[in-house]
């Protein structure tokens, strides 16, 4: 049996690590039968229009976890294999404690190849160390299903590098540092437990098409990883897998059937699904001489809103199906297809408050211009702290909704989004401040200073202040008695100002604090050293 996320699971169109391990296992004529609950590889995203979210109240639905949530996907063209597995995207160890000791008892494996704990950590659910005890609890409950049951337990990928993932590699280090001990420790006579190296085995630069999920080369090398523990640990096998010279290419074909099509809310975009297919880029411009923007999409269908009336936008379609080795792999784009935008949704919500707290975060707005029949609000609030995270999204009656911190991570910064939901469908989003989750109002910042780096400009530094989400610059003229003027807003804690005539010396600058609305005292006001004009 093999345990495990998405990168075990696989999508549509992929070969997957568990189906060239299978195919190894054959060549090395070994009798065997790989079980589980399921067979199949994650299914391709629906394509659909907007729909709104249930409201915070609704009850979710009465429903058993399902094991196999997400299953049903195809492997590549000409795949057929005994594909029985226990994986699933976004599966944690976490999760899987508790769900192995049934599908154990069920199903009844000889081995079971576990490969988990890269969301337990790249979604903020555990540190290396409460891992490694998860690790152990899923280990201990395997057993008790079946207490002859041997184990064979993989360490962790390093992602390729992406700007704010940096604790997230420290956090695969570590774990992967203290891992093999554990599995040592765990191992017995009756029940082995081996560790395999996939972080060693498997390059996530070469072998991936998004810096971690295995394309076809990578799903040879995890399965390689396997493969030698099978061969020198358990005795499966006489000769570890071989990766092949030459590896498959993924079909990447332009899209066909191109539509565009004038709603309510905006342009519908629709195109034929391309089996396989990781993704799209669509593209858009509302003229011909108009720059093109981009969007990336998992279904075949584009969505855009916030458009302009009576003005005629353009879009192509071409198949992404991720990188290599640093190298974007899509086809070529389709032919153009177009429409003329007569939007009718309501625009964004005006004056959102938000006021975060030590228990509870609350949000408050009001309704957008215009006459609307209002269904329902949208509330987003999204992670910025954390990588691979969901954002909460509910649907809200009225102008006001109350989060409990419970739903989120104290410490973490978050960004806040609103629309509304009318009888047109989904309007424009607006955005509410960046919040601090569990904190209230800042204190003010200290230790302002300021320098010139030329006469006319300024450069302003100042202490961070504690659970400050972001900081608002105040200026006027020294020795005057008006109040100050905002000069503009930064998360930094630095900030620049210039045109400052006749010289910035004779300017006096403040700086205030903000965690969502709520706004610390002013600091201590400064005014920059005089410099001397060089003639």
Known sequence: MIAGDSMSHGQEGDFTWRYRLWQWLRQEQVNFEFVGPCSGTKKRDKSQPPSPPPFADEP??????????????????????????LSRWGKQAAQCVDEVN???ARFEPDYLLVFLGFNDLGWGVSGPETLIDVMKRLVHNARDAKPSLKLAIANIPQRTPIDGTEHLAEMVDTYNKQIPASISAWDSKESSARLVKVREAYDCFAGSYDGIHPNALGEFQIAKAFSQVLVS???????????????????????????????????????????GAIGYDVRSRNSDD??????????????????????????????YNGESSGEEVTSE???????????????????????????ELVLEWQQPYGQWIMDRYEVQVFDASAFLTFPLVRGVRGNRDTISNDELISGHRYAVLIRAWTQEGPGSFATGRNFIAGHGRPIEPMNLQAETTDSVTAKLTWKPSQYASSYRVWVRKYGEEFEFDVDGETEDTEYGVTFLIPGAWNFEFSVSAFNGNLESPKSGSVVPPRREVEL
């Open 333 to 359: 784009w389709s032919p153009v297809a177009a429409a003329v935008a007569s939007p009718k949704a309501a625009p964004g919500p005006t004056d959102i408050i938000v006021t975060p707290g030590v228990s």
């Open 60 to 85: 979710p639905p009465k429903e058993a976890p399902d094991p196999c949530a997400f299953d049903g996907g195809g492997y590549a063209d000409g795949v057929q294999f005994g594909s029985c597995h």
């Open 290 to 319: 108009s720059e093109w923007d981009y969007w990336r999409k998992t279904s075949n269908r584009h969505d855009t809103m916030n458009v302009q009336d009576g003005v005629k936008y353009e879009y192509q379609i071409r198949t």
């Open 233 to 275: 640990e358990f005795g499966i096998g006489a000769k570890e897998l071989s990766v092949p010279p030459q590896i498959p290419k993924r079909p990447t074909p332009v899209p066909k059937y191109v539509a565009a099509k004038a709603v309510s809310y905006g342009i519908a975009v629709t195109w034929d699904h391309v089996y």
């Open 102 to 104: 049934q599908q154990i």
